[in-house]
DNA sequence: TCCCAGCGCCTTTTT
DNA sequence: GGCGCTGGGA
């Protein structure tokens, strides 16, 4: 075909050496290792044109596999337009996406009913938790999280209940099983008899079951393997055990031997989820599971400057697993990173938001992201951002489907399409207040769990036993089932509508607006959950409320992030991974944030930590602004915080300091004075001036020192005064080390 | 059954 | 600073 011809002069044109390697490759199995900004999305996305344009793998042979919707989407995007609409007809997907429809096809072969749900993770702690409540386990005392949490760590190590009850499993960390593993095994049969009772599966179950079923239904599994003759992967270094399995599976068939058919993308120095079970693993060994395997190293760089890839280089060096790699760019030097040493936390947010004032000047606010460690980070800065009147959206967060007025409208709608759903009954049944309490409900789910059916499906025949609520109860069934069944018929978004009329849900916010805040904001998001229901019917082939439903069930943070208007983004650097911008600000670049303290508990911990903040600074194209705050508010608390030992670990000749920052020692400096063996061993890094203090006033006056924490000054000379201190008695400290305190 | 005040816990990152 | 849970009172 002459279109053909065409495209692969481009497709190949495009590329450097090491990238045409990876994607001209075809006949054995390929390992990319893909240094940051180094073209990752060009080689996958060219590969699969490649491979359906010369190589005569008709577009539905070829399976994608990726992390998020939003990359997925990009991908199908980038390959239409290099190989036309017919790269439609390849699958490109989340793995969790794909599951789902490999689950929905074959749903009695994976165990499950035809109509399943997909728990989300509140549902699925509000069933372990009654689950808990069954097994006579104090839901105080343990987080349902936790449990939920290592539950679904037996499923991506693909262990089942039988397995896990039988004990002969090691626990995640370590040999021995800790007390809350044991309490999760003991719980998980139960869980899973709960689940599939209310015929729904949680995130786990997406991946987990297609591999069981394909370890029990080989002849599926054959099917699927002559299906998809070439399975490419992206951010391979995040990959699970359960999803490297699936992948061995899918390509391990004879006629391919060993994995011919498969290409994996991915960068160590990128791994930032191995806390969520992923295995690095997976990558460092890929070269011993497939003998043939070639590697090919993407090093040069396409995004950031020579200044910043040069920092972000010497300070990823530090790590000590890694593949040893060096990123170049054969681009600019560019400015040196700043770094900004804030007083506080507000000081922080304030200079943030200065920054962003200024730089958006030269720089679309589209172009600018201010990136730290934890969500709870973002509310200061959205404060200041507001103060400023600089438009600004959060990635993350409180997500609109995690709204709770959303959530119940979405538990309305998995209970029409699933009776059994006895979690989203529980929400619904009296919102709003319909006069059924916890104890109708209670008395309710008994009866219907001692005939083995959903709690909904058993009003009919249970609500004569239920004498104060009968009538009740039979007029909500009532309503809806007769909204329910317009489902044969009807789009999602007629549903909607009825439901919506005949529930009484949306008035009760209704009669309300106007005057009250919060029931007007209530009733907009109902508003916007609408138009997303409208925009999905008019999109999607099949416009049914199922279909919906398993759309919102799949749906993370990142899909949500809207690109048309001008704001700066505000995100986790976690969030950030995959993005770039032409400035990046990072914030909280302080010892137990960044590092995280939780961090230091296990051995790799802070070298993930490193990763991420590695992550981070590579998100940046032209510029990269650091910031630190020396004290920092957690719930009511002050906390004094030390400077990061990351910021010590970038060459101090790539970094200046913004004017209007405290004093600092930088890198070099500090690292010449521990040589000469400073007695100290710590020594304050951020030095803030005790200004106009004299000793008359200053005794009994509390200060704070930076290693030592808050004390009181007891004695002392001009410029050195004696503190008592709570936890290591008193210490002579210079007046400079201080800072006094107003109280 | 509903309402509200008070308390305790939270804070790592999310497919 | 927020959210969910609890317990007492209406």
């Not at 991908?75 to 290099?82: D, G, N, P």
Request: aromatic residues 6%.
């Amino acid at each position: 075909m002459i279109a053909d011809e065409t495209l692969n002069g481009d497709l190949l044109a495009d590329l450097n050496a090491a990238q045409r390697d990876a994607v001209e490759t075809v006949d054995r199995p390929v390992l990319v290792l893909a240094g940051a900004g180094s073209g990752k999305t060009r080689v996958i996305t060219h590969k699969l044109s490649y491979l359906a344009a010369r190589c005569g793998y008709p577009p539905e042979s070829l399976l994608a596999l990726t992390f998020t919707n939003k990359a997925a989407r990009e991908m199908r995007h980038r390959a239409v337009r290099l190989l036309g609409e017919r790269a439609e007809r390849a699958t490109i997907g989340t793995f969790h996406a794909v599951g789902l429809r490999v689950l929905r096809r074959h749903s009695s072969l994976a165990g499950l009913r035809p109509g399943f749900v997909v728990y989300d993770v509140a549902d699925q702690e509000a069933v372990i938790k009654r689950v808990m409540i069954d097994n006579d386990v104090d839901p105080q005392r343990i987080r349902p999280a936790a449990i939920a949490n290592l539950i679904e760590q037996f499923k991506r190590r693909g262990l089942g209940p039988e397995e896990v009850s039988a004990g002969d499993w090691v626990g995640e960390s370590g040999r021995a099983q800790s007390a809350s593993e044991h309490l999760a095994a003991r719980l998980y049969p139960s869980y899973e008899r709960r689940m599939s009772a209310m015929n729904a599966v949680d995130f786990g179950d997406l991946l987990w079951r297609v591999v069981k079923m394909f370890m029990s239904y080989p002849l599926l599994l054959a099917d699927y393997q002559r299906r998809w003759r070439y399975v490419l992967v992206d951010e391979f270094q995040d990959t699970d055990e359960i999803q490297g399995r699936l992948i061995r599976m899918l390509v391990a068939d004879s006629e391919r031997g060993s994995g011919a058919g498969l290409t994996v993308v991915g960068d160590d120095d990128q791994s930032i989820y191995s806390w969520r079970g992923a295995r690095i693993e997976n990558i460092l060994n890929f070269p011993n599971l497939f003998d043939s395997a070639h590697i090919v190293r993407l090093e040069q760089n396409y995004r950031s400057t020579g200044i910043i890839l040069e920092a972000a280089g010497e300070l990823i060096a530090r790590n000590r697993k890694r593949h040893a790699k060096r990123l170049w760019t054969s681009t600019a030097p560019g400015e040196k990173l700043s770094l900004c040493l804030c007083q506080s936390d507000r000081e922080e947010a304030a200079r943030v938001a200065a920054l962003v004032r200024s730089e958006g000047v030269a720089t679309p606010l589209n172009e600018i992201a201010v990136l730290y460690r934890t969500n709870a980070q973002s509310r200061l800065f959205e404060e200041a951002l507001g103060r400023e009147s600089i438009p600004y959206r959060v990635v993350g967060g409180i997500r609109f489907f995690e709204r709770a007025e959303v959530k119940d409208v979405l538990a309305y709608l998995r209970l029409l399409v699933n009776p059994k759903d006895d979690i989203a009954f529980a929400r619904v049944v009296n919102k709003p207040k319909r006069g059924i309490g916890p104890v109708t409900v209670g008395r309710l789910l008994e009866l219907a769990g001692a005939r083995g059916v959903g709690a909904f499906e058993a009003i009919p025949t249970c609500a004569s036993a239920i004498k104060r609520g009968e009538t009740r109860l039979r007029d909500f069934h009532h309503m809806l089932t007769s909204v329910g069944a317009l489902q044969s018929h009807a789009t999602a978004l007629e549903v909607v509508k009825a439901l919506f009329d005949r529930s009484g849900y949306l008035s009760q916010y209704l009669s309300h607006a106007g005057e009250d805040v919060e029931a007007q904001g209530r009733h907009d998001n109902l508003m916007e959950l609408v138009s997303s229901v409208a925009e999905f019917c008019e999109r999607a082939q099949d416009p049914s409320l199922k279909a919906y439903l398993d759309e919102v069930a799949l749906l993370t943070h990142l899909d949500t992030m809207t690109e048309e208007e001008q704001r700066v983004t505000l995100m986790t650097v976690h969030a950030a991974k995959g993005l770039e911008f032409e400035v990046a600000i990072v914030s909280g670049l302080e010892e137990g944030i960044f590092p995280h303290s939780n961090s230091r508990l296990d051995e790799g911990g802070v070298e993930e930590e490193r990763r991420l903040f590695y992550v981070a600074l590579t998100r940046a194209r032209k510029r990269v602004f650091i910031t630190f705050a020396q004290s920092r508010r957690h719930w009511d608390e002050l906390a004094y915080q030390a400077p990061s030992r990351f910021l010590n670990e970038l060459p101090a000749g790539l970094v200046a300091i913004a004017p209007g920052s405290l004093s600092f020692k930088m890198g070099a400096e500090r690292r010449s004075r521990d040589v000469d063996g400073d007695p100290e061993g710590i020594v304050p890094e951020v030095i803030e001036p005790c200004e106009g203090l004299t000793l008359e006033e200053a005794r009994g006056r509390r200060v704070r020192h930076s290693s030592f924490g808050i004390g009181t000054i007891v004695g002392g000379r001009e410029d050195c005064v004696l503190v008592d201190f709570p936890h290591v008695g008193q210490r002579s400290i210079m007046i400079r080390y201080l800072e006094l305190l107003n109280s």
